[in-house]
């Protein structure tokens, strides 16, 4: 027990007085003679021990009645039983995408904020930890300042990490967890009650919630393939494509027997700009737009050094408006044509001498793609085994038999969107004559257990020749897609649009100078995105941008150089809540958690028996009084 005003307890000191009273108290008898002696000795014997007898009572009750009211005055209390603090109490907050749907036209997370604002005592301190920010030792008038702020992100609510932030929080802590659950473990909530006794579920989940999304686009032969992807089957929704605020198209969707649906739209890729797709309103508003945009495809030159006749590669370059090719004798080289040239190619050199070596040092230091197309002949072959570029040794030894090209890394990023499928039987080119390629490159094309097209960087390496005696590939249908996918590698990129949280950089088909710079604008918004000169390109890092869903500008200066589309994540479309019931977990509601906390953190106050005490003891006296009169 403890006491809330234990000075009062001084005040015990006073119940030595009615001791005092009642064991020292002096009182004078004066002697009465009486004619019957011995009636009055018997009556005078029996009221002395009834006297006493009541002394003592009166003297313990008022004792007890004095402790009782002091005792009440100093505040007794019982602990509670967690030992916690105002600051023990923390609220775990998903503000994800999936936390926007809507329910009687109002979002999840909006409901939980009036739920938390409604049901917090006003005095209470407690901690908020959201998808993006934490708040400490706030109170509901700080939370009501700052909820305006707390928005839906994109940001992924992840158990993994609220464990981590949750990492130095004192164990007995109670701690909420308010999220609507999509797609969360119960391994991972069952990790964290382990370490949090008092943790509680809150669950907001919107129960037979149904969403359809719109999930890619991709331009195929003039063909916009978009898909969409509906969380339950029969649902239904409308898909627009919008050019600015002209509609260009609508079509009805049914899923009925599939839940994942491709529509397509016919459009050339001069057409592809200021594009939106729009689907009919449902549960979350943030899928049903998708942005999408492709800026005018910058010509790319290539450079092909040959000292025999190449014509066969300018073919593979010619039809394609994107590239221009040029090319030219080792002896005829200048270094404008290096620095002009966005990728080189060295065909069948016998020879390469170290100013070349120098020069495609350099333009790989560039970023710019190099291909080495070796020659497999006998003079030549000194040559390669020592070639150096990028202090790597390419080529450790000559393989002189007839080997089969049977292996293709359909996951290699310049085989991306190439393949419908995966192919394992095609028509095997071969050569007669290889160079095993070192082990610090990576396979694109395999003979079986040793590589024939492999890339380190930018730099790309055929182990044997593709149009010779000693080898048939030019003729084989992946001769086209290889060289031209090889040619566009960090060169360009071709999406259509691009989310939001991308780490990687975004490739630009402009050059920059070192004073100049590339904006992203929409409307009256513009953002000075980090930049790297990439050769004759420009990478644009967007991560800590906080980009909204929209059509933006790249521009230099007051010029538009291309367009970019960027739209929300699609990980939380997917409604996938927890079987609560199936795991055995409870779940409480808001209301439910912080009465909870207030019966696991109040004290048990005692002073009210106390005073409840002191009026029993003072009647108990008054009874006394009265009857033992």
Excluded: C
């Excluded at 005018?296 to 290539?302: D, E, P, S």
């Amino acid at each position: 027990m403890h006491f809330k005003h234990p000075e009062v307890l001084f005040a015990l000191v006073a119940l030595i007085i009615p001791i005092i009273v009642h064991l020292f108290k002096l009182r004078k008898f004066k002697k009465q003679y009486f004619t019957n002696v011995s009636l009055i000795q018997k009556i005078v014997t029996e009221s002395r021990r009834s006297s006493q007898l009541k002394k003592w009572l009166l003297l313990f009750t008022r004792l007890l009645l004095l402790t009782s009211l002091i005792l009440a005055f100093a505040e007794p209390f019982f602990p509670s039983k967690s030992q916690s603090t105002n600051q023990d109490l923390y609220f775990v907050l998903d503000n994800s995408l999936s936390m926007s749907g809507q329910a009687s036209n109002v979002s999840t997370l909006k409901q939980v904020k009036q739920q938390l604002v409604d049901a917090l005592p006003q005095q209470e301190s407690f901690n908020l930890i959201t998808n993006n920010q934490d708040y400490n030792s706030i109170t509901v008038e700080d939370f009501k300042e700052l909820s305006s702020d707390i928005l839906p992100v994109s940001k992924n609510f992840s158990l993994k990490e609220v464990a981590l932030k949750l990492n130095k929080v004192n164990p007995k802590s109670q701690v909420v967890l308010i999220s609507d659950f999509y797609n969360s473990s119960a391994d991972e909530l069952f990790r964290l009650a382990r370490r949090f006794p008092n943790l509680q579920l809150v669950n907001v989940a919107q129960p037979n919630a149904k969403n359809v999304s719109i999930i890619d686009a991709q331009l195929i032969n003039d063909e916009l393939q978009v898909k969409l992807k509906s969380s339950a089957n029969e649902a239904s929704t409308s898909l627009g494509l919008y050019q600015a605020q002209k509609l260009l198209g609508k079509v009805d969707v049914s899923f009925e027997d599939d839940t994942l649906k491709t529509i397509k739209f016919n459009i050339s890729e001069t057409e592809i700009h200021s594009l939106k797709l729009k689907i009919s309103k449902d549960f979350l508003d943030f899928d049903n737009l998708l942005y999408a945009s492709k800026s005018k495809i910058k010509t790319r030159k290539i450079l092909i050094i040959s000292n025999k006749n190449a014509q066969h590669l300018s073919k593979i370059f010619e039809p394609n408006p994107a590239f221009t090719s040029q090319v030219k004798p080792s002896e005829q080289l200048n270094l404008e044509d290096f620095k002009s040239a966005d990728v080189i190619i060295t065909n069948q050199l016998e020879q390469i001498d170290l100013n070349l070596v120098n020069n495609l040092n350099q333009a790989l230091d560039e970023s710019k793609n190099v291909i080495i197309i070796p020659a497999t002949s006998t003079e030549a072959q000194s040559t390669y085994l020592n070639l150096q570029l990028q202090n790597k040794q390419i080529f450790s030894s000559v393989v002189n038999q007839k080997q089969s090209i049977i292996s293709i890394n359909f996951k290699h990023p310049i085989y991306q969107d190439v393949f419908t499928n995966t192919i394992s039987n095609f028509d095997y080119p071969s050569t007669a004559t290889n160079y095993a390629i070192s082990k610090d490159f990576s396979a694109v094309l395999s003979y079986g257990n040793s590589a024939f097209y492999a890339q380190n960087e930018h730099l790309f390496v055929f182990a044997s020749e593709i149009k010779s005696e000693q080898s048939n590939f030019y003729n084989s249908p992946l001769i086209v897609p290889t060289l031209i996918q090889t040619s566009d590698y960090k060169n360009s990129d071709s999406s259509l649009f691009y989310f939001t949280d991308r780490t990687q950089p975004i490739v630009v088909n402009q050059e920059i100078t070192a004073d100049q710079t590339l904006k992203l604008k929409s409307g009256k918004i513009t953002f000075i995105p980090q930049q790297l000169k990439n050769g004759s390109n420009t990478e644009l890092m967007v991560n800590n941008l906080n980009l909204n869903p929209e059509l933006y500008a790249v521009t230099l200066n007051q010029d538009t150089v291309a367009q970019l589309s960027f739209n929300f994540p699609r990980t939380e479309s997917e409604l996938h809540p927890i079987d609560f019931k199936l795991y055995g977990i409870d779940t409480v509601t808001i209301p439910q958690s912080i009465e909870n906390y207030k019966q696991l953190t109040s004290e048990t106050e005692l002073w009210k028996w106390f005073i409840i005490f002191a009026l029993l003891f003072l009647g108990i006296e008054i009874a006394i009084v009265r009857i033992l009169n």
